[in-house]
Nanobody
Framework: QVQLVESGGGLVQAGGSLRLSCVPS????????MGWFRQAPGKEREFVAA????????YYADSMKGRFTISRDHAKNTVYLQMNSLKPEDTAVYYC??????????????????WGQGTQVTVSS
């Protein structure tokens, strides 16, 4: 079964940092763009960041620019989301997703074929 598994979430104080990881099981996603989305309680899932299949392009939601960094390590078949200067409003379940040969420029959920189950990030004030 194809699956994306997120890890690295937890509780952190405002201003702190976390690094999330996304690792596929059952196959490689080396030819897929990868995206991160998040969903806070009572809100719709929103786009966070994306990276192209070759790692050459990245795309961020405006509120994440300068604070979050998406990267990938093809050798380890892992995608990361480095989150710095975290704010309480960043509290959400964070999901990774895969888009076959994606350009890393899509913020639309429907462009991503595979999804993980999410990891909880909680930022205290």
């Amino acid at each position: 079964q194809v699956q994306l598994v997120e890890s690295g979430g937890g509780l952190v104080q405002a201003g702190g940092s976390l690094r999330l990881s996304c690792v596929p099981s059952g196959r490689t996603f080396g030819r897929h763009a990868m995206g991160w989305f998040r969903q806070a309680p009572g809100k719709e899932r929103e786009f966070v960041a994306a990276i192209s299949w070759d790692g050459g392009n990245t795309y961020y939601a405006d509120s994440m620019k300068g604070r979050f960094t998406i990267s990938r390590d093809h050798a380890k078949n892992t995608v990361y989301l480095q989150m710095n200067s975290l704010k309480p409003e960043d509290t959400a379940v964070y999901y990774c997703a895969a888009d076959y040969y994606g350009s890393g420029s899509s913020a639309r959920e429907r462009d991503y074929e595979y999804w993980g189950q999410g990891t909880q990030v909680t930022v205290s004030s």
